[in-house]
């Protein structure tokens, strides 16, 4: 009998651990990923920028809709829109923009332009591979009360803005919540916050970082930069979704492959061979049982076995 290598693979079994704080994580990314979207940003004296590919764009970005009487019965918009105009127009222009991870590079654009209109300093912290996460604040110190952060890319593919105009008057939108909702949330609330005299211009500034979806680099040179410049803050608030509740920890994760090599042989023979699978299920049985740490706030960890792979044939 021909003795074959039985190779058994069973990967991305991920175990997901609930852990409060974020451990770092050693990631690695690839410089020649995608080029269109190394392009520096060179703020001019009036702190706007021109567009790389139409640099007389008179809008530098600007909203397209003013947020006139006019759009109210816009059936394009949601029927919230008379609440806040402006809150609405700044979410529908950014959904309009298409940002998957890595093409970022029009929103960094309007972005930069809205703050800057909006009379905010920005600071641009490059990512090694030439993108730009955008640092804002009213005041005159970078560190500030509390930080408002979140990511301004996308995972594909893009859809574009759809207002429902259905009982529960939704948007729809590559986006729409994940997380340009935020930003226009914190944003707009900030601003509003201002206006009303109740928090002051050194108690809030804004982090948005690209590559949340994808890696995370955004993030960790934001954090790096930040850092280092010794700015800080004494609350951060991370908008995601998280079904309208503040939520105050988040899981880790961790994926792992396990692969497991025996030795194929007829089932008549069981004795010629070592059973792959078996030793897998055994394996995977102990990885449903074993006691892992749970966590006070997040609770229990939890483990999904993600693939399995391992066969050669029904008799073999
Ligand atoms: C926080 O920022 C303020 C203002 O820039 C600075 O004076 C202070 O040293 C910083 N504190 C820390 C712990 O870095």
Not at 56 to 70: M, N
Not at 100 to 113: A, C, F, V
Request: hydrophobic share 35%.
């Amino acid at each position: 009998m021909v003795l074959l290598n039985l190779i058994a693979i069973y990967s991305m079994l991920c175990i997901v651990t609930k852990i409060a704080i974020a451990q770092p994580v050693p990631y690695e990314f690839n410089l020649n990923i995608n080029n269109n979207f190394n392009l520096n940003f060179e703020l001019q004296p009036d702190g706007l920028i021109d567009h790389p590919e139409n640099p007389k764009d008179p809008s530098h970005g600007e909203p397209s809709h003013g947020g006139d009487d006019d759009d109210y019965d816009d059936p394009t918009l949601p029927r919230a829109y008379k609440k806040n105009p402006k809150l609405f127009n700044l979410h529908k222009e950014m959904i309009h923009i298409e940002s998957i991870s890595g093409q970022e590079y029009e929103m960094s654009y309007y972005l930069i332009n809205y703050l800057r209109k909006e009379g905010l300093n920005i600071e641009l912290i490059p990512t090694p591979d030439g993108r730009n996460n955008i640092y804002a604040w009213y005041g005159d110190s970078k560190s500030t009360k509390v930080l408002l952060t979140t990511h301004f890319d996308t995972v594909p593919p893009f859809f574009e803005y759809r207002a429902a105009r259905d009982e529960e008057d939704r948007i729809y939108g590559r986006g729409a919540n994940d997380d340009k909702g935020s930003i226009a949330a914190q944003l707009i609330a900030a601003e509003e916050l201002l206006k009303a005299g109740e928090i002051g211009k050194n108690d809030v500034s804004f982090l948005f970082v690209v590559s949340e979806e994808v890696g995370g680099i955004g993030m960790r040179s934001a954090d790096a930069y930040l850092k280092e410049h010794g700015v800080n803050w004494t609350t951060v608030i991370y908008g995601e979704p998280t079904e309208n509740k503040l939520a105050v920890g988040h899981k880790g994760i961790y994926y792992f492959d396990l692969g497991v090599t025996g030795i194929a042989s007829h089932s008549g023979y069981p004795e010629l061979g070592i059973d792959a699978n078996a030793a897998l299920v055994d394996i995977m049985y102990d990885l449903n049982h074993y006691k892992w740490p749970s966590d006070k706030l997040l609770g229990e960890t939890t483990i999904n076995i993600g693939l399995f792979e391992g066969d050669y044939g029904v008799q073999v």
